[in-house]
């Protein structure tokens, strides 16, 4: 059974750039939860997509965006790059909503900003 | 703000002694709490969830959670060098709006 992929796995954007970063996640499994990690503040929520409607969201600003499609992949978009923008972004998918569910994770995606 | 808190270590133990992970939580309506393990330049895994007061058990693996004192644990038992890894302590809120909240977890080293 294939895992989660997301690509691209490594990216260098500038500043002012918009990035779109892409999530399939496991087969059969409709919610898709993503994740910035970063070394200062951990791993921190963005939002959840389950059913292609966005369940939760995070506390990040309007820059950051995503969708989900009806195969249940997801995309995450971040517009108007900064430099506090460069971190991995994780895609995690399971079988229920992510909050009670058990989350598989991707091996990431690597912004960096410069 | 809802926060979970985890000593960073690094946190040193032999191999075959029993490792000791700790986490503290602020939300007192939390109802789901997990262990993930990271290694280095990999994803997180998740290696125990937990609902009620009390320990859950899973090979080596034993998770303990005391809600009254907003506290989560994990003890891996006969340490092993492959045990060498990050853990994250998460936590969910019972409507989940936040997703999951989690701690900046501690670093384990297993001494061969």
């Known amino acids: 059974k294939a895992g989660v992929t997301q690509t691209p796995r490594y990216l260098i954007k500038t500043r002012g750039q918009q990035v ?15 994740y910035q990690q970063t070394p200062g503040q951990g791993l921190q929520f963005l939002f959840e997509y389950f059913s292609e409607t966005q369940r939760n969201k995070g506390n990040f600003p309007g820059r950051f965006s995503g969708r989900q499609f009806s195969n249940s992949r997801s995309e995450m ?31 990431g995606s690597r912004l960096t900003v410069l | 703000q809802k926060e979970v ?4 270590g690094p946190l040193s133990v032999p191999e075959g002694a029993i490792a000791s992970l700790n986490c503290t939580y602020s939300d007192r309506v939390s109802q789901s709490f997990f262990w993930y393990r990271q290694y ?21 693996f034993t998770a303990q959670l005391n809600k009254a004192s907003q506290y ?11 045990d060498s890894a990050t853990y994250l ?3 969910a809120s019972g409507g989940g709006a936040d997703g999951l909240t989690f701690g900046k977890g501690t670093h384990l080293i ?3």
């Open chain 1, 77 to 107: 978009n971040v517009s108007t790059l900064e430099l506090g923008d460069s971190a991995l972004y994780l895609c995690a998918s399971s079988l229920g909503t992510g909050v009670t569910g058990e989350l598989f994770f991707g091996e």
């Open chain 2, 110 to 112: 297993i001494q061969p």
């Open chain 2, 5 to 8: 808190e985890q000593n960073s």
């Open chain 2, 72 to 82: 989560v644990s994990l003890l891996i038992r006969d340490s092993q060098p492959s």
């Open chain 1, 20 to 34: 779109t970063l892409s999530c399939s996640p496991i087969s059969g499994h409709r919610s898709v939860s993503w």
């Open chain 2, 89 to 91: 302590c998460a936590v």
């Open chain 2, 40 to 60: 280095s330049g990999k994803s997180p895994e998740l290696i125990m969830s937990i609902y009620s007061n009390g320990d859950k058990e899973d090979g080596r």
